[in-house]
């Protein structure tokens, strides 16, 4: 499967950015899916995750309340609206598929990558 991001961009702190991921391949409702970040000089780490059906997510405690994970299957899409932005959100996102139903929340869990799109958040 492939991945392609997009939506981020400049926002300012306490504003809201929504990310899309659109998947090409077959069978993306067999994907698990997630969302990560990386900020310069700092690892990749776990941001989002959903089920396939959308059933079950999972969120880091840095995020949680303010980020919310989604997907359309029929329009092989998952997205992340991020609202209150803080400038620690300032980042790379990448989103990512893994090759099982399930959630997961670690980087070596994921088999597929997208190439990632810039969010700054400034104050």
């Known amino acids: 499967v492939q991945l392609q991001a997009s939506g981020g961009g400049l926002a300012q702190a306490g504003g809201s950015l929504r990310l899309s991921c659109a998947a090409s391949g077959r069978a993306f409702s067999n994907y698990g899916m997630g969302w990560f970040r990386q900020a310069p000089g700092k690892e990749r780490e776990f941001v989002a995750a959903?089920?396939?059906?959308?059933?079950?997510?999972k969120y880091a405690d840095s995020v949680k309340g303010r980020f919310t994970i989604s997907r359309d299957n029929p329009k092989n899409t998952v997205y992340l609206q991020m609202n209150s932005l803080k400038q620690e959100d300032t980042a790379v996102y990448y989103c990512?598929?893994?090759?099982?139903?399930?959630?997961?929340?670690?980087?070596?869990?994921?088999?597929?990558w997208g190439q990632g799109t810039l969010v700054t958040v400034s104050s």
């Open positions: 990512a598929a893994r090759s099982y139903r399930t959630i997961a929340t670690e980087v070596p869990e994921y088999n597929y």
């Open positions: 959903i089920s396939w059906s959308g059933g079950i997510t």
